[in-house]
Nanobody, 124 residues
């Protein structure tokens, strides 16, 4: 069973940057697509970005395209989310998830395992 642990969240001013990390345990990390989602207070968890098992294919929500970059290092069993030009509306708990598939996933129910989340707060 894969376990995921997110880190790197914090408080940042609008226009600033943060880099989130998601460390995975388990031998099969490199075989599956990985995604980042976020959940703001009172809202449902929403898709942010996804990366293929090779790292060669990525996809982003329109709200973060051009500002966020997802990447992975299979040798370190870690997936990253570089977030630049942050906005107050990016404030949320950010979760990484893994699918039991090599296919990209864009919906919450397509993911089998989630981390505990890391809080990102962007002040105006």
């Amino acid at each position: 069973q894969v376990q995921l642990v997110e880190s790197g969240g914090g408080l940042v001013q609008a226009g600033g940057s943060l880099r989130l990390s998601c460390a995975a345990s388990g031998r099969t990390f490199s075989s599956y697509a990985m995604g980042w989602f976020r959940q703001a207070p009172g809202k449902e968890r929403e898709f942010v970005a996804v990366i293929s098992w090779t790292g060669l294919i990525t996809s982003y929500a329109d709200s973060v395209k051009g500002r966020f970059t997802i990447s992975r290092d299979n040798a370190k069993n870690t997936v990253y989310l570089q977030m630049n030009n942050l906005k107050p509306e990016d404030t949320a708990v950010y979760y990484c998830g893994t699918r039991r598939s090599r296919e990209l996933g864009f919906e919450v129910d397509e993911y089998a395992v989630w981390g505990q989340g890391t809080q990102v707060t962007v002040s105006s």
